[in-house]
């Protein structure tokens, strides 16, 4: 696995001590994995749900949601009513 | 070395539903920030989605619009990538069984001129998928500030085939498409608040070659026309840099609207693997024939098809065809009085001259949530039927018509009543329009000359003078004829 | 009553209590408050409570109570619950720094229940961070010990629920079952644990581990408690798509009847080497009694069960990796002080925000989706998460229900298992099938190990038929009652 690539993909910055650390566990679970390999699945349906329904839906009315002083309640910074984030760099 | 381009466009439209489609709080635009949410819009610990039904059956009808397949079974899948706009980090999306697969925009070009017709298209689609809306991110100095009202609000993706030709056919497609849209009641499509947005893949390739050229996304065409001239810059930079013996490169642009060019945007992901998977969190859907048949019955009519009608059925003129037919509300109106006369093209004219002149630029909102014209607007289908009828009648002339119209529409008050109060109706009496035009032809003879001497124009001069002498009331086409005859003597 | 009767009554004898006038609300919640004081630092079972709160909720159920208005069985009655169940106004850390400052805005589905009972909402339970973990070693606010061992882990990820009913700090408590997460930590602590059946207890307001495995359930003294507890917070919810619109019937009532005999599998898988000589030991009473009491015993065959741990870790890492992406340091979670831009935000917040055991299994997760893997390992395990749910479907058409020991050794040694992740995955080898099924499983203890350790047995029902099961569980319960005895604290 390259560790770097898919901690990137997860957003998750690894110290070097922790990168040095997980990099044979991770390696381990992977053999785990591995064992799948061997697994006859000819035919056979993935089981997306334990017990699959369809059209599990509600009609189109509204509900009462937060008001923005519980929308911002846990929000680290905020300003004029919407949440702070540092800059974007892209647009 | 001549090449062509090659367009293909991902068109996001928001539906119009009273929730969101994943959770019950509203949906709306410009209201204060971050007051259309809940735990489940803000992504908190614990909540779950809840499909939203009418988005579903929103998107069926625009499938069955579009002539495209409704899937039998789909279902959702989560596109996992981070993002400050993104609640959750995931965006509950639908990626290998989406609601309809193909189908089809007709496109129609400009004609020769405005009063022509041009050429009909139908531009093929790839997939219509549903999926919800992410927040609003808004980009400040040194931070940004993101809002999510629109978080989670129900949008439907439709994407084309790469089978678009010219900045032109850009243009045309997105403006049939966002007609049907309206007309049906999918949405306002309104691009200002975000409810129809656009991104294009535009490649270009020597003319006549089979093989896709590299496709280049362009991101932030922000109006139908800005999508069009974004296009067309984007060819023009691809074709220059092909000429200098530069390379294309798959990358996504930015379009600038003020300077007019597009520039490389940095990607939202250093790679883009979004890990799709199904969400274990909602249970998939099924369309059953039955459902859909009931929709397609219920289907409104097409623009293009209203058109085809109002012509063959009605001859009427494109001029006034092209003007009708992307306004549903304003052909009910059309079709409603034009039943109650013979003369359905006359009817055609008032309405896309007059009425449309009265009720000027946009409906407010409230109009268009009560999907009906504006308050303003007191001239009714049957009124307007009335004045038709008045004019064929010969009980007014056309001129006296269009002077009454705008009272009509502003007081509500009928032609017949306005008539009656000036007594505005026509004189159509014979001797009197003879005498009166006899003592015009008297009064300018210089007229007269020119007009005995073959300048058919003069004659406008010598109805004038009787018209004011009858203050508009001296029937037109009395007057022509009683001056023609008294000339001709 | 004095405390300490009350602290070591089970939730019917202090129910009975109340509705006898022999003791309050009020007093049955100093009670466990002083025991609280008395043991948990020992313990730490607790991360967060609110004497205040939890007296004002006792006394106004004597209120209510006065006026013959009570509730019903739970009324009065202290739950406390594993720190990943939402609760308005109170905390929610998921026992993660990432979490540290959250305090939730809205209830989930199971605590509006509790409310609507009438129970005391009493505490926040302590677990392994976000539900990842066998032994609550992965708190980040320090593990819970277990009351029988002070040296030895409690189990987990509900670490804290289990001990906390253990140490007759609280007579009842919820936590939740990815893989094994109630039944385990209830074998290891010697009390009764349960996992419903995926869809019977709604998800909404639980924070989410892996979607498809999740459920939350009781812990106990006796599974005629459990059974309680189980009844007030199972039912359809129409805010989790998951839930099932099955029929709650009275537990309770259902254990009242004497249970026909019936036929128990043994599979044969289950019980092969790896297991603790205690361990075999105490099944195998429970095996005798069960044979002495009518009961058939058949062995069955599981066949797919050594690929139960690959195959649960594929896709419970896999969901996961996507339900944390969430917490990112953006709307409602710690933030990196140390970010300078947005990516640096999610990375540093969540490497900061997480413990190793979370990142380790994001990092898996994310692997396991990822473009090129999906097909190897995700979907693969899904279509072998089939071949595991056939495997039960085959056992029941022969037997009501399936035995099992709950954990292959007794409470292990803190820091035995931490190092090594798969160590720490076996330890889940009997508990985990039952999740990916879907079927509903308790752990009754059914004894002790040479140490004084608990040992607990497992039985597995079919889907949907908790009656059965928890009968099959009361004829071994209310003749031994291993878990009305309490460690010496």
Same mark, same amino acid.
């Given at each position: ?91 | ?103 089809? %925009? ?112 362009? #991101? ?148 268009? #949530? ?8 007191? %001239? ?84 004038? %003078? ?24 | ?58 006394? /106004? ?25 939402? =609760? ?8 993660? /720094?990432?979490?540290?400052?959250? =305090? ?60 906390? =009913? ?193 990142? /380790? /299994? ?128």
């Amino acid at each position: 696995m390259d560790i770097d690539y898919v901690s990137n993909l997860a957003r998750i910055e690894l110290s070097p001590e922790e990168r040095e650390k997980f990099h044979p566990q991770l390696g381990q679970v992977l053999e785990y994995f591995d064992k799948l390999k061997e697994v006859d699945v000819e035919g056979v349906e993935p089981t997306a749900h334990a017990f699959p329904r369809f059209n599990v839906w509600d009609a189109d009315e509204t509900k009462e949601g937060f008001s923005e002083e519980q929308a911002l309640a846990n929000a680290p910074k905020s300003r004029n009513g919407q949440i702070v984030v540092p800059k974007v760099i892209e647009e | 070395m001549k090449y062509e381009a090659v367009i293909g466009l991902e068109v996001h439209v928001q539906l119009d539903t009273k929730s969101k489609m994943f959770t019950r709080v509203g949906t709306g635009f410009g209201k204060p920030p971050n007051s259309l949410t809940d735990a489940v819009v803000l992504g908190l610990p614990g909540a779950l989605p809840v499909m939203n039904r009418e988005a579903i059956e929103k998107s069926i009808r625009v499938g069955l619009l579009l002539g495209c397949k409704i899937a039998k079974v789909c279902k959702w899948d989560r596109k996992n990538y981070f993002y400050p706009d993104m609640p959750k980090n995931y965006q509950i999306s639908q990626f290998d069984q989406p609601i309809c697969e193909g189908g089809e %925009v007709e496109i129609e070009m400009p004609g020769e001129s405005p009063a022509v017709m041009g050429p009909h298209r139908m531009v093929k689609l790839t997939r219509i998928h549903l999926e919800e809306d992410v927040g609003k991110l808004t980009h400040y100095e040194s931070d940004s500030l993101v809002d999510y009202n629109r978080a989670g609000s129900p949008l439907l993706e439709i994407v084309s085939e790469p089978d678009l030709f010219s900045p032109d056919e850009v243009f045309a497609y997105l403006t049939s498409l966002r007609n049907s849209l309206v007309s049906a009641a999918i949405s306002p499509c309104d691009m200002e608040k975000g409810q129809l947005r656009c991104d294009a893949n535009v490649s270009i390739r020597p003319v006549g070659s089979e093989t896709l050229g590299t496709k280049v996304e362009l #991101k932030n065409l922000n109006t139908i026309s800005g999508v069009r001239n974004g296009v067309e810059y984007e060819i023009r930079r691809q074709t220059k840099v092909l000429d200098e013996g530069g390379e294309i490169f798959q990358e996504t642009r930015r379009w600038n609207p003020e300077q007019k060019y597009t520039t490389p945007m940095r990607s939202k992901e250093m790679a883009h693997d979004y890990r799709y998977f199904p969400d274990p969190d909602l249970m998939p859907v099924q369309i059953s024939d039955d459902w859909v048949d009931k929709m397609r019955d219920q289907l409104p009519e097409k623009p293009f098809d209203k058109q085809r009608r109002y012509r063959d059925e009605m001859n009427l003129p494109y001029s006034s065809t092209s003007a009708l037919c992307g306004d549903r509300l304003l052909c009910e109106f059309f079709e409603t009085a034009a039943a109650l006369t013979d003369v359905p093209a006359k009817v055609a004219n008032w309405v896309v001259n007059d009425l449309l002149r009265e009720l000027g630029q946009t409906n407010s909102e409230e109009d268009e #949530k009560n999907a009906s014209l504006p308050q303003r607007c007191k %001239v009714t289908p049957n009124m307007l039927a009335d004045l038709v009828n008045l004019i064929e009648d010969a009980v007014i002339s056309n001129n006296v018509a269009k002077e009454i119209f705008p009272e009509m529409f502003a007081s509500g008050r009928t032609a017949k009543e306005i008539i009656a109060e000036k007594g505005l109706e026509m004189q159509s009496d014979g001797d009197e329009i003879e005498s009166l035009c006899a003592q015009a032809i008297a009064s300018d003879s210089d007229a007269a000359e020119k007009f005995r001497g073959g300048k058919e124009g003069a004659i406008n001069a010598l109805k004038g %003078v009787v018209m004011k002498a009858t203050r508009g009331q001296a029937n037109p086409k009395v007057v022509d004829e009683t001056l023609r005859r008294l000339l001709a003597q | 009553m004095i405390a300490s009767d009350l602290t070591g009554s089970t939730a019917h004898e202090l129910s009975r209590a109340l509705g006898e006038g022999k003791t309050s609300s009020e007093e049955i919640t100093k009670a466990f408050l002083s025991r609280i004081e008395e043991v948990d630092e020992r313990v730490h079972a607790y991360l967060h409570w609110d004497a205040e709160d939890m007296l004002a909720q006792a006394k /106004r159920s004597d209120a209510r109570r006065s006026q013959g208005q009570s509730k019903g069985p739970l009324d009065g009655i202290p739950v406390g619950l594993k720190d990943v169940i939402c =609760v308005e106004g109170q905390p929610l850390t998921a026992a993660s /720094r990432i979490l540290e400052h959250y =305090v939730s805005p809205y209830d989930a589905t199971v605590t509006r229940k509790l409310k609507q009972a009438g129970a005391v909402l009493a505490g926040r339970l302590n677990l392994d961070e976000f539900a990842m973990g066998s032994s609550t070693e992965n708190s980040a606010y320090g593990p819970t010990r277990n009351p029988w061992n002070l040296d030895r882990v409690p189990g987990g990820s509900s670490g804290g629920s289990s001990a906390a =009913v253990a140490a007759r700090e609280t007579p009842l408590s919820l936590g939740s079952d990815t893989g094994g997460s109630i039944r385990q930590p209830a074998s290891l602590c010697g009390v009764v644990g349960m996992k419903p059946t995926y869809g019977m207890v709604s998800r909404f307001g639980l924070a989410a581990f892996a979607s498809s495995l999740d459920q939350i359930g009781p812990f106990a003294q006796t599974v005629q408690d459990a059974a309680l507890l189980l009844e007030v917070i199972s039912g359809h919810d129409p805010l989790d798509s998951t839930s099932y619109p099955a029929e709650v019937p009275s537990y309770s009532k259902a254990l009242e009847k004497t249970s026909p005999p019936r036929k128990i599998g043994l599979p044969k898988e289950f019980f092969g080497p790896g297991m603790d000589d205690d361990v075999r030991n105490a099944i195998e009473q429970t095996i005798s009694f069960y044979e002495s009491h009518g009961y058939e015993m058949i062995e069955i065959s599981l066949p797919s069960t050594d690929l139960s741990i690959p195959v649960y870790y594929v896709i419970a890492t896999a969901e996961a990796s996507s339900n944390l992406a969430r917490y990112d340091g953006i709307r409602y979670t710690s933030r990196s002080p140390n970010a300078e831009n947005v990516i640096d935000v999610y990375a540093k917040s969540r490497g900061e925000g997480f413990g190793e055991e979370v990142k /380790r /299994r994001c990092i898996l997760g994310a692997y396991g989706l990822s473009s090129g893997y999906y097909d190897a390992y995700y979907l693969k395990a899904q279509k072998t998460r089939t071949l595991i749910r056939r495997d039960f479907e085959r056992a029941f058409d022969e037997v009501d229900a399936i035995l099992t020991p709950t954990s292959p050794t007794p409470a292990f040694r803190f820091g035995e298992k931490s190092e090594d992740p798969i160590s720490m995955y076996l330890s889940d080898v009997y508990t985990i099938s039952t999740n990916l099924a879907g079927l509903p499983g308790i752990s009754v203890p059914c004894g002790f190990s040479k140490t004084g350790l608990p040992i607990g047995m497992q039985l597995i029902g079919k889907a949907f038929d908790e009656s059965t099961l928890l009968s099959i569980a009361q004829d071994f319960d209310q003749a031994h009652e291993f878990g009305r005895q309490a460690p010496n604290l």
